[in-house]
């Protein structure tokens, strides 16, 4: 007897439809078909201990297993449960009258319990699209698929129950979690906020710029000075995820399995923050099954690079054409997949080798240490960087302050006004979306200066030593500070604290 029945693949962050189809016929073995991992090989064992646990059995006949579309590689143990009620409808074992209405997915124990899978949320829309009754799944992920609306879904903790779904017609209550709900009580809650942070006013504004435009930060300072405290707390002056948003990037942690059991809807943007050891393909994604990386488990959110030349310069350099296009794109044989990564990259550094500024009398570190350091970072990922501010050690002064600093609520109030201003900028022009993707030909139509602005932008070019890399930087800053002030023009003032922003261009660090 053939009977089909119904899972789903991922690949990048979308899913697509698998039909298993399991005849049953004379003879005895077991095949299965249609580009299977070692994973689902192995299912067969998985399948009969849960069977007899479950007082059914695996049938000692001829069984055929395909997984169509049969030229796609499946991987994931995600198929047990699918495969398992194909078997048991295909053996007569149990009614089979409604089983190809539903999507079926979820990972067998010995016992016949159900064990949690990756990718659900990109499944559950999928089984949307395709007009599925409803999606039987682990009761681990119950939450995160009860996001998709309009979707029935089962949670289940045995496969026995759903036999007795199909067979004696037993009821199930569909899981029902106001996801969507929960999401907009939480959205804006933080666990880091910049009212901790001592002192550190000058950072703390140049952040707010960042998170105003969506400029990429270098912090340069000594260990200590709190660069990696500064930089946990700038999602938390990000305006909030809006619900596509969080959708989105939910897919993704999703997908790569990084969400957790009892997980649902992602409330605050993403901050990743991996170890400098980390491998190119790590970083951007990939392996055999290309999963994501740290740049996309990062989108929407913030990529922190500690110590930035530590990190391999080959491994940096894949950063460069992500942090153009905004996404990224891995090719296999058979199949390309596509990842989103838009994301704002802070990164921080220590001035020197010896971890102290050029002009502090700490520091043991000659010119020519000093400048092999600086070029451990390439110029074109260096062009990356619209603000390098130097991050000094915190006076005892302000150590000993108990009075709190601002609230990251009144910075992201500031923020969000500044990014509504952008949105209604570039609302005819699809590819900019916020101040730091202005390109060269907008730069004159969006960013153009007054004759004080110019005339004080050109004396600290002459006066500073200021490269060129840095005009179109402090542009994009200045448009960004404008913005802050509601201001549409860009006045000297603007100007004169975006030039403070560029301290890696000045003479004095050798670069």
Known sequence: ??????????????????TVEVNIDKGIGYQLVGLPDNAIKESAHRISAALKNCGYKMPGKKITVNMAP????????????????????????IKCEHLQEYLIMGELSLDGSLQPIKGVLPIAIQARQEGY???????????????????????????????????????????????????????????????????????????????????????IGPPGSGKTMLAKRLPSILPPLTLSEALETTKIHSVA?????????????????????????????????????????????????????????????????????RMVTISRTRFTVTYPSSFMLIASMNPSPSGYFPDDPKNTSSIQEMQRYMNKISGPLLDRFDIHIEVSPVAFDDLSEKRKGESSEAIRNRVIKARELQTIR????????????????????FCGLNEDSKKLLKKAIDKLGLSARAYDRILRVGRTIADLDESEEI???????????????????GV
């Open 257 to 325: 399995g990084k969400l957790g059991n009892e997980s649902s809807l992602m409330t605050v943007r993403p901050y990743r923050n991996p170890h400098h050891t980390i491998s190119g393909a790590a970083l951007v994604g990939g392996g055999t099954y290309p999963q994501p990386g740290e740049i996309s488990l990062s989108h929407n959110g913030v990529l922190f690079l500690d110590e930035l030349p530590e990190f391999n310069r080959q491994v940096l350099e894949v950063l460069r054409q992500p942090l153009e296009d």
């Open 491 to 509: 006045g000297s003032y603007h100007i004169a604290e975006a030039i403070q922003y560029r301290s890696l261009d000045r003479n004095h660090w």
């Open 133 to 219: 009754k409803g999606f039987f799944l682990p009761k681990q992920n119950a939450k995160e698929a009860a996001i998709v609306n309009e979707l029935t879904v089962y949670a289940i903790e045995n496969i026995k129950e759903v036999i007795d779904f199909f067979d004696k017609g037993k009821a199930l209550t569909p899981s029902y979690v106001n996801t969507r709900e929960e999401f907009f009580k939480s959205y804006t809650n933080h666990p880091y906020d910049f009212s901790e942070v001592k002192g550190q006013e000058n950072v703390k504004r140049a952040l707010e710029i960042a998170a105003a435009g969506g400029h990429n930060v270098l912090l």
């Open 426 to 445: 570039y609302k005819s022009i699809e590819e900019i979306h916020y101040n730091s993707q202005i390109g060269p030909k907008q730069l004159d139509v």
């Open 1 to 18: 007897m053939l009977i089909k029945t119904y899972g789903s693949a991922v690949y990048g962050v979308n899913a697509q439809l698998i």
């Open 70 to 93: 049969a030229d796609l590689r499946k991987e994931g143990s995600a198929y047990d449960l699918t495969i398992a009620m194909g078997i048991l409808a295909a053996s007569e074992q």
